[in-house]
């Protein structure tokens, strides 16, 4: 009997339900490594992923003349999940193109422009001050809640900005830097979400900003998420949303019944959920999530951003530009330039600390947020995905509250019953990245797997015969 064979069947009265060894909810990074890694060791995998892609908050999609990364992009080589995975998948890298020119705002509010070097001297004490404890705050990124962290996650990045004497120009590029990498106002961050990132990178503030928003994956996330799911020996369910989890039964006779949107019942000795704190009500779970995913579910996570791609007319010198976390887009790059039948174009890529700010369809309200920040840019169309509005995710990547990331991660990462948590909120090192989407997908694949190691697998125990092949992905 071929691993990762199932068998197919409806819930009604008298019809057989399928079972599995272990149900994965959700197919983006998390999902389809943890399937993969479970379905290597002969356990029958059933991936349920309520959207009709693969990928999860990573999206390559053909929008403004070129394949556009919608959500998750940047890697970097210390990140070292993504980076196995890279390594495996045979995967290269790119860099974002290197800045001509600098924008960000004066003293008095207006714009000014320099090199990539004056804006990076008009910043450099400030961002060492904001991270200047962080080896006593967390000496080892692996160990995120443990060091003077525990003393200091009450604190937002807005109450460390307050405590640095800075004068207004550093400040404001600052801050924007920060929101930039934050996705939300920066009185609602912890501090705790710049120094977990800091310590990941071996306490170097600049190795940190290079690993956040500089390389690209060759081929996109698309192509990248495509080759795991290749390797994925059980199916992978689209467009089959998970609408309750129920545990049942006790000791050998403890499984879950999986309920789907469409109907379905799928009787699991294990279930992995994959979705974000924000997002994970969803779901309807019998018993009740662990106090730790409610209380953080009620209060959400940070973010709150927006990621969104405009096309300008004409080729515009490499450039970014800062403006200050109160407006709609605080960050913008230029990205890839465009030639076709209409023209010469440039692409640029913005983000914004609140979503509601930003509307794709509203072009002059664009048109009059980028002239505060780079005056000359005439914009030609503009499209984004609403993470925060979408029912999936309600969320863009994962920064933590004040307070959150002690009181919370741990409790985070413990199963509940026969329910496991597998998503990059709950991840130890990079938090938020889709590295930390990878190293909870190992984390949970091996415990896992080493619960349900030594009884036959439920297709072998069943005698059920083969449905599914390798990476086979259903609509």
Not at 359 to 373: F, H, S
Not at 401 to 407: D, I, S, Y
Not at 427 to 449: H, K, N, Q
Request: net charge negative.
């Amino acid at each position: 009997m071929s691993r990762g064979t199932s068998t197919r069947s409806s819930h009604r009265e008298g019809a057989q339900m399928q079972q599995v060894d272990v149900v994965v909810i959700g197919a983006g990074f998390a999902g389809l490594v943890a399937a993969r890694e479970l379905g290597a060791t002969g356990l029958d995998v059933l991936t349920l992923e309520a959207r009709d892609r693969i990928g999860g908050r990573t999206w390559t999609d053909h929008r403004l003349g070129r394949e556009l990364e919608m959500g998750a992009n940047w890697v970097h080589w210390v990140q070292p999940h993504v980076w196995a995975e890279m390594t495996r998948y045979g995967r290269g890298i790119e860099r974002s193109p290197r800045a001509e020119e600098a924008y960000w705002r004066g003293a008095d509010g207006s714009p000014r422009r320099g090199s990539l070097d004056a804006f990076m001297e008009l910043i450099d004490a400030g961002q060492q001050l904001v991270v200047d404890d962080v080896r006593e705050a967390i000496p080892r990124g692996v160990e995120p809640c443990e060091g003077r962290i525990r003393e200091l996650d009450h604190l937002s990045l807005q109450d460390r900005f307050d405590a640095l004497a800075l004068d207004a120009e550093a400040r404001t590029a600052n801050e924007s830097v920060w929101v930039g990498h934050v996705n939300a106002p920066l009185d609602r961050v912890g501090l705790s979400s710049a120094l977990r990132w800091v310590a990941a990178a071996g306490g170097h503030w600049q190795l940190m900003h290079e690993a956040s928003a500089t390389y690209r994956v060759t081929g996109g996330m698309r192509r990248f998420a495509e080759a795991i799911a290749a390797d994925v020996a059980g199916e992978i369910r689209l467009g089959c949303g998970v609408v309750s989890v129920t545990q049942t039964g006790t000791g050998d006779d403890a499984h879950a019944i999986v309920e789907t949107g469409t109907g379905e019942r799928i009787r699991a000795r294990r279930v992995v959920s994959t979705l974000p704190v924000n997002a994970i009500d969803a779901i309807r779970f019998d018993p009740p999530l662990p106090e730790a995913w409610q209380r953080q579910h009620a209060e959400t996570v940070a973010s709150q951003g927006c990621k969104i791609w405009l096309r300008a007319r004409g080729h515009l010198p490499r450039f970014f530009a800062y403006g200050s976390q109160h407006d709609p887009i605080s960050v913008l790059k230029a990205e890839f330039f465009l030639s076709d039948g209409t023209g010469d174009s440039t692409l640029l890529v913005g983000f914004g600390p609140d979503h509601r700010s930003v509307d794709p369809d509203d072009l002059g309200a664009l048109q009059r947020a980028v002239d505060e920040l780079r005056p000359g840019i005439e914009l030609i169309e503009a499209t984004t995905h609403d993470w925060m509005g979408d029912p999936l995710s309600r969320t863009t990547w994962m920064t933590h509250r004040p307070g959150q990331l002690t009181r919370d991660l741990c409790e985070l990462q413990q199963p509940a019953g026969l329910l496991h948590f597998a998503t990059t909120d709950n991840a130890a090192l990079w938090g938020g990245f889709i590295d930390g989407a990878i190293e909870s997908a190992l984390r949970e694949a091996r415990a896992v797997a080493a619960a349900l190691r030594g009884p036959e697998p439920a297709q072998r125990r069943a005698g059920l015969s083969p449905r599914a092949r390798p990476g086979r992905q259903r609509r």
